[in-house]
């Protein structure tokens, strides 16, 4: 099995911190033609979810600099991204779970 190499970088939090971030994924949309880095600092909200954030980046550049993403039709594009991959992720959970030795 080939094991994904994970990407990490550290950023420091309000309180001057660092905190190192491990990125999820990155795409670019072609609706907005903008990058955008999606990560986690493997924080845990009150429910157990990951904390999970997104910035506009640009790619190739020499120091990545994370952008907020300040409009609401850029969070949707988000967002269905993340429920798509949540319901494939649960979806390949389910199918592993029949495959098992009894």
């Given at each position: 099995?080939?094991?994904?190499?994970?990407?990490?970088?550290?950023?420091?939090d309000?309180?001057?911190?660092?905190?190192?971030?491990?990125?999820?994924f990155?795409?670019?949309?072609?609706?907005?033609?903008?990058?955008?880095?999606?990560?986690?600092?493997?924080?845990?909200?009150?429910?157990?979810?990951?904390?999970?954030?997104?910035?506009?980046?640009?790619?190739?550049?020499?120091?990545?600099?994370?952008?907020?993403?300040?409009?609401?039709?850029?969070?949707?594009?988000?967002?269905?991204?993340?429920?798509?991959?949540?319901?494939?992720?649960?979806?390949?959970?389910?199918?592993?779970?029949?495959?098992?030795?009894?």
């Amino acid at each position: 099995m080939m094991q994904e190499e994970t990407m990490t970088f550290k950023v420091k939090d309000q309180n001057g911190k660092e905190v190192e971030c491990e990125v999820l994924f990155t795409f670019e949309s072609e609706e907005t033609k903008k990058n955008y880095m999606v990560y986690t600092d493997n924080t845990v909200d009150e429910e157990g979810n990951t904390q999970v954030y997104a910035s506009i980046y640009t790619p190739n550049s020499k120091t990545t600099m994370l952008e907020p993403i300040e409009t609401e039709k850029e969070w949707k594009i988000i967002q269905t991204i993340l429920d798509e991959l949540q319901a494939s992720a649960k979806e390949q959970a389910e199918d592993n779970e029949g495959n098992e030795p009894k």
